[in-house]
């Protein structure tokens, strides 16, 4: 099979190269840049030397030779390759946000200051977090070639991290809080002045606090999970590593699942702490014990981003305040391979038939 790959010399476009070239079922691919077309993608990437040689060719190059296609685009470009994919009967898969809001159009043009070029394409799309909607996706690709809309990176991490929470009763009323630190690399390839090395190591700090653009997929990831809208604050912050999303999520809890001295003690006992937290964690190890790549951690453990470095899993460590009334769940990703291409990679498994873990099941790196 060849696999296409539109912007591959972006960070994300460079990680599904990476991904891709040792695939069992992908036998070529075809690889394009506006920046550095002509050239070829290891003289980009010089880690490439002596193992993956391609030319970066034209979109247009890449679409007529390409059994499905991916675009590591910025927001806003990459429809009219939808489009022409759909014309020729070969599904795509976009890691942009053009695709993450069904048919919400008005919801995307608040956030991203776009309109959709082609709205009729969303009859033809589904978003692609496939822990959340897996048969929708089977469902719909069994019909012809789909558009996947990727997610997000913070969106991957939060919703996974608050799935079962709504699905198996744990929340309770109140706001979700999601703090959450994210490696440079997710600002991308661009230089900038907060990704500037002096400005960026030894400091971490929030960015566009209340107003990140990931904020409504999270909370329509909300709705689908729960059928009715939450009150969520997420805070995103770049810290100093490369790459790596770690999410802090506090989810208060039902009256039924608070510790029994939560609402009459300043702090209940340890031990009606750590039994109701062992309860939710075996909740939580239940409803993921089907999922490739979910990590639910166990007692002691504690997520971090550098465990799942380099891989496609998501790690979630559970723990709840001293107060007994709030759960804290912790989930790291990396956000260039759960969060980006390896989460691209397991959607096109998906639609195409093959193992879903097929290319991305690698033991993540230590260092």
Not at 183 to 201: D, I, K, L, Q
Not at 255 to 261: D, G, L, Q, S, W
Not at 308 to 319: A, E, G, K, W
Request: with cysteine; charged share 20%.
């Amino acid at each position: 099979m060849t696999a296409g790959i539109i912007g591959a010399t972006g960070y994300a476009g460079a990680e599904l190269v990476r991904l891709l070239a040792g695939h069992p079922q992908v036998d070529k691919l075809m690889l394009s840049s506006t920046t550095y077309e002509g050239d070829a993608i290891e003289n980009v990437y010089p880690n490439f030397w002596g193992s993956f040689s391609a030319p970066l060719g034209t979109a247009e190059d890449v679409i007529a030779a390409s059994d499905v296609v991916f675009a590591a685009l910025p927001h806003g470009v990459g429809e009219p390759y939808a489009k022409r994919c759909m014309e020729k009967g070969i599904s795509f898969i976009d890691l942009s946000a053009d695709f993450r809001f069904d048919e919400d159009e008005a919801t995307y043009t608040a956030w991203y200051g776009k309109a959709f070029l082609h709205p009729e394409l969303r009859k033809q799309a589904v978003y692609g977090l496939p822990e959340l909607n897996r048969a929708e996706i089977r469902d719909l690709a069994a019909r012809g070639p789909v558009i996947i809309g990727n997610p997000g990176c913070y969106p991957t991490g939060a919703s996974l991290g608050i799935y079962p929470a709504l699905k198996e009763g744990l929340y309770g009323e109140g706001t979700i809080i999601i703090d959450a630190a994210s490696g440079v690399t997710g600002a991308g390839r661009e230089p900038g002045r907060s990704t500037h090395y002096p400005e960026c190591a030894d400091s971490i700090a929030p960015y566009k606090i209340g107003a990140h653009r990931h904020t409504p997929e999270i909370s329509r990831n909300l709705m689908k999970m729960c059928g009715r809208e939450l009150p969520v604050i997420f805070t995103p912050h770049l810290a100093p590593m490369n790459r790596g999303i770690l999410s802090t999520v506090y989810i208060p809890l039902a009256e039924t699942h608070r510790t029994k001295a939560a609402a009459a003690a300043p702090r209940p006992p340890a031990k009606e702490i750590t039994d109701k937290t062992a309860e939710i964690r075996e909740r939580y190890a239940g409803f993921y014990k089907d999922e490739p790549f979910v990590r639910v951690l166990p007692a002691g453990g504690i997520a971090r981003s550098g465990s799942v470095r380099q891989s496609n899993f998501c790690d979630i460590s559970l723990h709840i305040d001293h107060s007994g009334s709030t759960l804290v769940a912790v989930t790291a990703i990396d956000n260039m391979v759960k969060g980006a291409a390896g989460q691209a990679i397991q959607n096109m498994n998906i639609i195409m038939g093959f193992d879903e873990d097929a290319g991305i099941s690698g033991i993540p790196s230590l260092f």
